[in-house]
């Protein structure tokens, strides 16, 4: 009974779900399926009206009710465009645009009464579907790209059939043909058609801001890049990689403070004054940096980056205090190579008196503190800078101070409460700290902003700095010596510097997920093996695709062209190539050969409508059945004279002449029988 049951709920289902239905609701997926990506970053009411409209159309094609009128639709078209605009306050630019075409899209499906309008909607798809690169260049991104490709394809081709559709099961397999024989072309056209320098997919204006250190520095600032995950830049490097508590990647210098706010200090450009001001010594560690886009004009470098640093395309500035940065914001990824010397003086000889700037206190702010640093300098009347430095250090490390990234609110006096009360806090409070300090002894002293540390993929030996590796340290200077670092952070959780930022925070709790967790951390666990390779996987396209710009393109073009010995070579074996295949040709150009080809050609004509010849069926008999497949008058009798004539061919007797002459009516007949 419930066999019955169910046969006859499918014999239902088959006979409400007609072709015409099929086909509409196949392009109302694929149109899902081109919409999916932009539903991230449109705003709500947008992505509900879309998925409503959508859902709106399904229910009309599976109940086969009649699309709404024209009088309903405008009204409702008019209002999501004025909501566009009250949105974004334009109909021009990246977002609006992207708004309506989404919305036009959706409200186009609703009034498709024409086989035009399949086909606008189908172009239309493409077109929008193009979009999302606007958003996302990522490789998941372009696999699901890939995919909503091949299933637009199609829908597109399910249209196309006037007759009998092949199953869909065939139709993908015709639109996998399709994408093979087009991907040969379209990968020659990305290796060859000259590259434009910049993002491909990018409109001026409509860059997205994005995370990454600032120009200033408050409680709070540092610890909410230490929550995002987002890859700052990657690095490879030439030789061997330092150890991991050598690698800080200096950017901004801090040096105004008014009780709250870590400021840069005005300076000037520094130029021929650099080559004075420091000296390096040993050799330089050697790499390559790829840059991730962050709409802020600063590098992040390891100390202390060479006089010959250069990036095509950008205008690069440095001060006295050795930060780099470029004259405009970095809107694109970057890619350059660099060299730093771990082993270096700056400003040794300078004048104490012209750096007094760097002692600078607001008055009326954190009296305790500077009670402590009068106390610890009076208990070291003769110290030096490095001698303090360690004296505050000292009481860092043992003085029950914990590192956590949710410390407490702080008040007015900021640094006094961090020092005498809360004792808990990142490495911002730490270095903002350990500054007023030193400053309050009489000891020039500033803070530095960058990024420390970073995670080594074994799989493809590149390093990953996130965002969550942001850092902040300090810098003291001492007459002879010159400025050297000081990191109290390192102090008080040796493991953020040695190791990395988790290591050194408390773990929450796991709620039953501590194993995987314990997997993610431990470096040789399958779950770390499976994320470096797909790291890997995940830079190599950021190289390879995203990044193949015009400087790439000439070199794998030099490569490609060194690796023959000359084109004289290239010519001869292309030669001999096309003397082969003429000559294979013109084997196959023989009547019999050539019968056969036709008769084939016929075969998958008719195999594309869901009559296949089988394997052991003769065209006598395959005519039989073919007469039952639903077609025109005039195609049957093409079919039936085509298989008929070949017949006689096949098995008959003739001479060459007439043989030739019928295998041109056999061309003529399978051309009628499309």
């Not at 590098?299 to 990036?311: C, F, K, T, Y």
């Amino acid at each position: 009974m419930s066999g019955a049951r169910r046969g006859g709920l499918s014999a239902r289902l088959a006979l409400r779900l007609t072709r015409d239905k099929a086909d509409t609701l196949l392009l109302l997926a694929a149109a899902l399926m081109v919409l999916a990506p932009h539903f991230d970053h449109l705003p709500l009411w947008i992505s509900a009206l879309a998925c409503t409209t959508l859902a709106w159309r399904a229910t009309l094609t599976w109940l086969g009710r009649r699309q709404p009128p024209a009088w309903l639709l405008l009204p409702i078209a008019v209002a999501a465009m004025f909501g566009v605009y009250r949105t974004f306050h334009t109909l021009l630019g990246r977002d609006a645009g992207v708004a309506m075409l989404v919305l036009l899209l959706t409200f186009k499906l609703l009034e498709m009464h024409a086989r035009r309008d399949l086909f606008v909607v189908v172009f239309l798809c493409f077109f929008v579907l193009l979009t999302s690169f606007f958003y996302s260049q990522a490789m998941p991104t372009a696999l699901w790209m890939a995919l909503t490709l091949a299933v637009l394809l199609t829908a597109q081709q399910s249209f196309q059939y006037t007759g009998a559709a092949p199953p869909l099961r065939q139709r993908l397999r015709i639109t996998a043909k399709v994408c093979a024989l087009a991907a040969p072309l379209a990968l020659l056209l990305f290796i060859g058609f000259p590259r434009i320098q910049g993002p491909l997919w990018g409109m001026p204006g409509d860059a997205a801001a994005r995370t990454g250190l600032s120009d200033s520095m408050a409680p709070g600032s540092l610890s909410s890049l230490a929550q995002s995950d987002e890859v700052a830049f990657r690095v490879r490097f030439l030789g061997t990689t330092p150890a991991q508590p050598r690698l800080y990647w200096r950017s901004i210098v801090l040096g105004d403070y008014d009780g709250r706010t870590w400021t840069r200090v005005p300076r000037k450009r520094g130029l021929q004054r650099l080559d004075v001001a420091i000296r390096a010594r040993g050799q330089p560690v050697r790499y390559e940096v790829t840059m991730e886009a962050s709409n802020t004009p600063w590098l992040a470098l390891l100390e202390l980056v060479g006089p010959d640093l250069r990036i095509p395309g950008l205008r690069l500035r440095d001060t006295d205090e050795m930060e780099q940065y470029s004259a405009d914001p970095i809107s694109r990824r970057i890619r350059f190579d660099a060299a730093s010397y771990p082993d270096y003086e700056l400003q040794a000889g300078e004048r104490p008196e012209r750096m007094t700037r760097w002692l600078e206190l607001p008055a009326g702010f954190n009296p305790r503190t500077l009670a402590l640093a009068r106390q610890l300098r009076a208990a070291r009347p003769d110290a030096d800078a490095a001698q303090l430095s360690q004296a505050v250090l000292d009481r860092f490390r043992h003085g029950g101070y914990s590192y956590t990234l949710e410390p407490p609110l702080l008040g007015r006096d900021a640094v006094d409460g961090f020092l005498f009360d809360s004792k808990a806090g990142f490495c911002e409070h730490y270095a903002g700290a350990y500054v007023v300090l030193m400053r309050a002894m009489g000891v020039h002293a500033r803070v530095v902003t960058g990024y420390q540390g970073g995670e080594r993929n074994p799989i493809d030996g590149y390093l990953t700095v996130r965002q969550s590796d942001a850092h902040a340290w300090a810098e003291i200077w001492q007459p002879g010596s010159g400025w050297r670092r000081a990191d109290p952070t390192a102090a008080v959780a040796p493991e953020r510097v040695q190791r990395s930022l988790a290591r050194a925070l408390p773990q929450p709790a796991a709620f039953g997920l501590g194993p995987l967790i314990d997997l993610q951390n431990d470096p040789d666990s399958w779950l770390a093996q499976l994320r470096y390779r797909y790291s890997a996987l995940n830079n190599s396209w950021n190289q390879w695709v995203l990044d193949y710009n015009p400087d790439r393109q000439r070199s794998f073009l030099e490569e490609l062209s060194a690796a023959f010995v000359n084109w004289r070579t290239a010519g001869a074996a292309l030669l001999v190539a096309g003397l082969l295949y003429a000559w294979r040709r013109r084997r196959r150009g023989r009547p019999a050969d050539a019968l056969d080809g036709v008769y084939a050609a016929f075969c998958r004509q008719q195999a594309r409508h869901g009559y296949a010849r089988g394997a052991a069926e003769g065209p006598q008999r395959y005519a039989a059945r073919l007469r039952g497949m639903p077609a025109t008058e005039e195609k049957h009798a093409a079919m039936q004279q085509f298989l008929h004539l070949y017949s006689m061919l096949k098995y008959g007797a003739g001479g060459t002449e007439s043989r030739s002459a019928s295998l041109a009516t056999l061309n003529h007949l399978l051309r009628l029988c499309r």
